[in-house]
């Protein structure tokens, strides 16, 4: 076979796996309330974005799905940054809370880093807080963000070993693209990072058997870009005239790639489903018990 040759991907059905996980951290909430404790997750929503509204409602029901208590706070566009990092303030002491998650973004009036930042590290179950980027970088134990930790379940089920693997990661955001390089090194694959100024992304992408996009521009990456066999994970989703779409040509990579994930289906559904096993064990944690089996890097 050459390295022209088409092939046939394997679809990478991140929807059943989401959903296969979320069955296994049911049957761990259950175990956990045997011993009486609850996992709860706590969402702080500022304002009214329409995604944000629709994102917030899934991660209430699927928290409530599997057992564990969710929890909601809703503040209005114009509260001021204070009074935000004074509700923050009473989570992290309130022993009932396992999980806060601030849902991004947040309005123009209020920074960030600095509300991010204010959440206790072992309640960060979206894993941005800049102590456990630090741990993630050094290899010690952290929360990790959840659509990195998707994507690193995903390939693992498909590879087993990384180890050797050269990977490649187009994007460099803080959410995805840099604690994705974290978790392949990790997993001792060779890492290289890209982006969309990256000069001879092509050719990085024909050496790369994993291939990680997320750098937020649809079908960015062309589908002859595509090493034969490698395993293609498409973070992307863009809203375009024909519907969503990746930053993966689907089609023209699909005849190259051995595995690739769908647009939509692929890795959306691991950002919930990761969610919840981070809040699972940061509960775990909090209460001296293991860290849950599979559901840690």
């Not at 951290?25 to 996992?39: D, F, L, W």
């Not at 993630?136 to 590879?159: E, N």
């Amino acid at each position: 076979m050459t390295a022209t040759s088409p092939m046939t991907a394997t679809l990478i059905d991140g929807k059943a796996f989401a959903a296969s996980l979320r069955t296994r951290i049911g049957t761990a909430v259950t175990a956990m309330k045997a011993q009486g404790i609850t996992p709860s997750l706590t969402v702080v929503l500022v304002g009214e974005d329409p995604a944000s509204e629709v994102y917030v409602r899934s991660k209430g029901r699927m928290t409530r799905e599997v057992g564990m208590n969710s929890f909601e706070h809703r503040l209005p566009a114009d509260t001021p940054q204070a009074d935000l990092l004074a509700l923050i303030d009473r989570l992290n002491g309130d022993p009932a809370v396992n999980g806060i998650l601030v849902q991004l973004p947040l309005p123009s009036h209020m920074d960030e880093a600095a509300v991010i930042n204010a959440i206790d590290p072992a309640k960060d179950v979206d894993g941005f807080h800049i102590l456990n980027v630090g741990r993630l970088a050094t290899g010690q134990k952290a929360m990790v963000p959840c659509t990195p930790l998707g994507c690193l379940m995903l390939l693992r089920d498909q590879l087993g070993s990384l180890a050797g693997k050269n990977a490649l990661v187009i994007g460099r955001s803080n959410i995805v693209g840099k604690p994705m390089a974290q978790l392949l090194l990790r997993d001792s694959a060779t890492v290289t990072m890209a982006h969309s100024r990256t000069s001879n992304l092509q050719d990085l992408c024909r050496q790369a058997d994993i291939v990680v996009a997320a750098v937020g521009r649809p079908h960015f990456v062309q589908g002859d870009w595509i090493k034969l066999g490698a395993v293609v994970i498409d973070v992307g989703i863009n809203r375009t005239d024909d519907g969503l779409v990746g930053d993966v040509d689907f089609d023209g990579a699909a005849k190259f790639a051995g595995a690739i994930t769908p647009v939509p289906g692929g890795v959306g559904p691991m950002t919930i489903a990761c969610l919840l096993a981070n809040t699972l064990t940061a509960t775990a944690r909090a209460n001296g018990l293991p860290d849950p089996e599979g559901l840690t890097p």
